[in-house]
C-alpha cells in the first residue's frame, strides 16, 4: 500500500510561486500515473494537473496552464507541482494521488484515483 504526503505549501502574495511536493512510501509510483487535485472552501475538490508514469505526458485544468507545471523524479517517488503566478483564486487544500489510469482524459476524473494525501493548504493574498 502506498502512502502519499504533500508539502510545500503555505502563504504567498499574489504573484508569488510555490513548489508542492507529493512523496510516496510504502511502494514505487513509477509505474502510476500520478494527478494534484484541489479543494477551496466551500467547493468541490477539483482536477488541476496530471503526469503520466514516465512523464511524458502531462495534463492540466484550464485555469492554471501556463502557470503550473507537474513533474515527476521517479527516483526519489516524488512528484512536484511548481504553482508560478499565483492568483487568490488559487487558494485550496491541494492533494496528490495515484491511479492506475494514463489515458489523458482519464487522469482528470477523480474516482479513477484510489490513494489520496493528506492535502497541503495553500493561501494567496491579494
Known amino acids: 500500500q502506498v502512502q502519499l504526503v504533500e508539502s510545500g505549501g503555505g502563504l504567498v502574495q499574489a504573484g508569488g510561486s510555490l513548489r508542492l511536493s507529493c512523496a510516496a512510501s510504502g511502494r514505487t509510483i513509477n509505474f502510476y500515473a500520478m494527478g494534484w487535485f484541489r479543494q477551496a472552501p466551500g467547493k468541490e475538490r477539483e482536477f488541476v494537473a496530471a503526469?503520466?508514469?514516465?512523464?511524458?505526458?502531462?495534463d492540466y485544468t484550464d485555469s492554471v496552464k501556463d502557470r503550473f507545471t507537474i513533474s515527476r523524479d521517479n527516483a526519489k517517488n516524488t512528484v512536484y507541482l511548481q504553482m508560478n503566478s499565483l492568483k487568490p483564486e488559487d487558494t485550496a487544500v491541494y492533494y496528490c494521488a495515484v491511479t492506475s489510469r494514463s489515458g489523458i482524459g482519464a487522469m482528470k476524473v477523480e474516482s479513477y484515483y484510489s490513494t489520496w494525501g493528506q492535502g497541503t493548504q495553500v493561501t494567496v493574498s491579494s
Open positions: 503526469i503520466t508514469w514516465s512523464g511524458s505526458n502531462t
